[in-house]
């Protein structure tokens, strides 16, 4: 099926991943502090949520904030906190607006009690997703305390206690035991991945998903990213041969 992504009608996919990437070199760039460019970055991650929905792509993942930024300077950390704090909280008083969008919110990554997210972000997330549950219309996944690595290792610590149990056994498991298992379990895989900001790599992003994902890498710094430099990277996807390794 064929919709209306930008000038051109183009194939949409089912699933797009963005790494938000270029926030501090944003605000390096203008003298800013690194808290405001994260700020700028929450702009931009609602006008591509937004214009995403929009169009009809019936997935979204963000990558807002991976198991290797706990690394980054405390007060920086402090305030990315702080940042979702804030947008939780926002979200929670626009409730009527979010259920008239029909997005369905997820939050994946390590989400555990008693792990590194604090107990009142954790809380937080669990209202937004118990509300928006019900929700069919766009699936919002944000990764946060997210790391592909961890997730493959989640999943195959929960297979191994199975066999060990005798619940399953180890030499009947299947590719879609593992899928199972990760934070994404029962939804198609990205198609299309975009990183923005320069940087070419997945940074431990959805490792197992993007097996045969698209890759669309850009210079401009997330907080710039337009709904036209979206509509490019969908033209661009469309533009492509996908054969999953056939011919």
């Not at 509300?131 to 592909?148: F, P, R």
């Amino acid at each position: 099926m064929q919709q209306r992504a930008t000038k051109q009608v183009t194939a949409l996919p089912q699933h797009v991943a963005i790494i938000m990437d270029g926030n501090g070199r944003w605000a390096a760039q203008r003298g800013l502090s690194r808290s405001e460019g994260h700020r700028a970055g929450v702009d931009a991650f609602e006008r591509i949520c937004e214009h995403a929905a929009d169009l009809g792509i019936a997935h979204l993942t963000f990558y807002a904030f991976s198991t290797e930024n706990w690394a980054r300077p405390q007060g920086e950390v402090d305030a990315l906190m702080a940042l979702f704090r804030r947008q939780l909280s926002e979200a929670k008083r626009r409730r009527a607006e979010n259920e008239q969008k029909r997005w369905r919110i997820r939050y994946i990554g390590d989400l555990r009690p008693g792990g590194l997210l604090p107990a009142d972000i954790l809380a937080l997330i669990d209202e937004m997703q118990t509300e928006s549950a019900m929700q069919n219309k766009t699936v919002v996944n944000i990764a946060i305390n997210y790391g592909g690595q961890q997730e493959i290792l989640h999943a195959a610590k929960r297979l191994a206690q199975a066999c060990a149990a005798g619940e399953r056994d180890a030499t009947t498991l299947t590719e879609q035991d593992i899928e199972q298992h990760l934070h994404t379990a029962g939804q198609p895989p990205p198609d299309l991945i975009i990183r923005p900001s320069g940087e070419q790599r997945l940074s431990n992003f959805l490792l197992w998903q993007s097996a045969y994902a698209e890759f669309w890498f850009s210079d401009i710094l997330w907080p710039d990213f337009s709904t036209a430099d979206f509509d490019r990277a969908l033209a661009d996807y469309a533009a492509r041969s996908r054969r999953f390794g056939g011919v």
